[in-house]
């Protein structure tokens, strides 16, 4: 039994797999569980009450409510466009196509205080699409959300594309056969693959806009209860030296953010199950 199982282990698909993972939790637990594990350490030095007060102010009520309202809002358009544009991108053959789909990307490339910039410039009164506009979009809540949908679009467009291509497309034959149109083939065939894919994509694009800042500061005005994202009220207490306020207020930002992520991923789980039902 005992030479049985070193066998086994020297013959593993994946050779030196314990080494590997312990490089690999020591590798997240230097970027990541180190440095968010302090944040709750230093907001330990508060009392309950101090606590409460520092996360609960008016001023941190009303950029919670911009942050995660613009930030869920800039998610959601980004799941129906970014599935149009990735089926466009998948579907159809047109003049330029490489081009659009490198465009996609413009975002993961630009840094976001040029992105913000950009932004403000063309979305001002005077801007080249600001002055059209009927109402105002620059310095007002309204540019935090147009800043928010265009970093969040290519994590939708990109984890939607390969699933969309990876379709099998005897099914939609098979449907079209048993007299189904394009509508339904798309919402009981196609729809059901890729909906697990889309709500990936939707959690990607509201867990980045929710810790966005280089592009929202320029074009968001950061007026207090108006038009002050989060992020940047941590960074104002942080300027103030007031450490165990802004890591107060982090610590609201990372269990929301964990816990919006752990239901995504439940809601992933049900999508796959019920797929598989299907199937």
Do not use: C
Request: no cysteine; hydrophobic share 60%; proline share 5%.
């Amino acid at each position: 039994m005992f030479l049985r199982k070193t066998l086994l282990r020297r013959h593993s698909v994946l050779p030196g797999f314990d080494l590997a993972l312990g490089f690999a939790l020591l590798y997240i637990s230097l970027i990541v569980l180190i440095p968010l594990s302090a944040a709750f350490l230093k907001t330990f030095t508060l009392t309950w009450p101090q606590f409460l007060d520092a996360t609960t102010t008016p001023r941190a009520m009303a950029s919670y409510r911009l942050t995660f309202g613009a930030s869920f809002l800039a998610a959601v358009l980004n799941a129906l466009f970014g599935l149009i544009v990735a089926w466009v991108l998948v579907r159809y053959t047109f003049p330029f196509k490489r081009v659009i789909d490198a465009l996609v990307d413009l975002p993961f490339a630009l840094p976001t205080a040029v992105a913000g910039i950009a932004l403000t410039a063309i979305y001002a009164q005077n801007g080249v699409l600001g002055q059209y506009l009927p109402f105002k979009v620059s310095f007002t809540p309204v540019g935090v959300w147009v800043a928010l949908v265009f970093i969040g679009l290519p994590f939708v467009v990109r984890t939607v594309q390969p699933v969309l291509e990876d379709v099998n497309r005897e099914l939609e034959e098979a449907a079209a056969t048993l007299g189904a149109s394009r509508w339904q083939t798309f919402r009981k065939v196609i729809f059901p693959i890729a909906m697990p894919a889309l709500l990936t994509g939707f959690a990607l694009a509201f867990a980045r806009a929710l810790g966005e800042y280089g592009s929202v500061i320029f074009i968001a005005g950061n007026m207090p209860m108006v038009s002050e994202i989060t992020p940047l009220l941590i960074i104002t207490k942080l300027e103030q030296y007031d450490y165990a306020g802004a890591t107060a207020i982090a610590v609201v930002m990372l269990v929301a953010a964990f816990a919006l992520l752990l239901l995504i991923n439940l809601l992933q789980s049900w999508a796959r199950k019920r797929q598989g039902g299907l199937a």
